[in-house]
Nanobody, 127 residues
Framework: VQLQASGGGLVQAGGSLRLSCAAS????????MGWFRQAPGKEREFVAV????????YYQDSVKGRFTVSRDNAKSTVDLQMNNMKPEDTALYYC?????????????????????WGQGTLVTVSS
């Protein structure tokens, strides 16, 4: 399984950024996909998860209403649209894949609930 995240960069507070993750080596529509982030000096934290079909999603409270996760099963990609960004969103963002069914993944999930990880893409939000 390979997950390649992209789209990170520098954005001003209040701005938007869209991350994308391209997956290969797996039957993409049989995997739940998640986004996590890790800020300097902090533990990796959950951001969002999306079900196989894309119909069900779950977010960390701090990003609800600002971030939207979506997927394109035909292209084997999962995106994270981030709006109204805040300096505290600054982190290395990772996409991850889980073969578990959406309903079997704890809400919020932990990193251990995902078996495959990408390399991360850096997002910096300036104030």
């Amino acid at each position: 399984v390979q997950l390649q995240a992209s789209g990170g960069g520098l954005v001003q507070a209040g701005g938007s950024l869209r991350l994308s993750c391209a997956a290969s080596g797996l039957t993409f529509n049989r995997y739940c996909m998640g986004w996590f982030r890790q800020a300097p000096g902090k533990e990796r934290e959950f951001v969002a998860v999306i079900s196989y079909s894309g119909f069900r999603t779950y977010y960390q409270d701090s990003v609800k209403g600002r971030f939207t996760v979506s997927r394109d099963n035909a292209k084997s990609t999962v995106d994270l649209q981030m709006n109204n960004m805040k300096p505290e969103d600054t982190a290395l963002y990772y996409c991850a894949a889980s073969s578990r069914r959406y309903e079997d993944i704890p809400k919020p999930p932990g990193a251990r609930d995902f078996g495959s990880w990408g390399q991360g893409t850096l997002v910096t939000v300036s104030s």
